[in-house]
T-cell receptor
């Protein structure tokens, strides 16, 4: 069946460090892929998405590239800020158009 | 747009009591989702509706849980009787039709504590 696997957290970095959060998926076909972010005390919100192979989603300095050959959608940011501290969820849209979620990765940025 | 609205934001109740969580989706959205989030189990889809009709309730944990959507602008998730293991954050999310978007918009959540 469809599934999403994310790297376990928490991930702790210093401000201005480079960020990578790994996400791999298992699915039939070529699903749309998403990253959602959850700031403390809030609901999830869409960060970026990609709908086909080799697409790059980007927003707020974050990027992720849909890699069909490695079934991956890793999230990256060149220089993180304290305000990026949150939980990040990777997800895929299945054939029923519903989202299959990863477990979430907590990111902690220290000043 | 006000976004997805949930009430109450926090609920503390005693075991055995009935709990009702409420959600108002974004106007014009015809899909509504109820999720539960815990540290142990992460984010779980409980049930979703399309045009007020329940489509998939396979995630509802047991008969103590029920959800309704009497109209396009209101949904409830009821737990009766509540148990301590139901303590979690419950999120409602809505989405427009697939021809428009596949992005789900989440409410701020209701933090439920059952003592």
């Amino acid at each position: 069946g469809n599934s999403v696997t994310q790297m376990e957290g928490p991930v702790t970095l210093s401000e201005e460090a480079f960020l990578t959060i790994n996400c791999t998926y298992t699915a039939t076909g070529y699903p749309s892929l998403f990253w959602y972010v959850q700031y403390p005390g809030e609901g999830l919100q869409l960060l970026l998405k990609a709908t086909k192979a080799d697409d790059k989603g980007s927003n707020k300095g974050f990027e992720a590239t849909y890699r069909k050959e490695t079934t991956s959608f890793h999230l990256e940011k060149g220089s993180v800020q304290v305000s990026d501290s949150a939980v990040y969820f990777c997800a895929l849209r299945d054939s029923n158009y519903q989202l299959i979620w990863g477990a979430g990765t907590k990111l902690i940025i220290k000043p | 747009d006000a976004g997805v609205i949930q009430s109450p934001r926090h609920e503390v109740t005693e075991m055995g009591q009935e709990v009702t969580l409420r959600c108002k989706p974004i106007s014009g959205h015809d899909y509504l989702f109820w999720y539960r989030q815990t540290m142990m189990r992460g984010l779980e889809l409980l049930i979703y509706f399309n045009n007020n009709v329940p489509i998939d309730d396979s995630g509802m944990p047991e008969d103590r849980f029920s959800a309704k959507m009497p109209n396009a602008s209101f949904s409830t998730l009821k737990i009766q009787p509540s148990e301590p293991r139901d303590s979690a954050v419950y999120f409602c999310a809505s989405r427009g039709g697939l021809a428009v978007t596949d992005t789900q918009y989440f409410g701020p959540g209701t933090r439920l504590t059952v003592l």
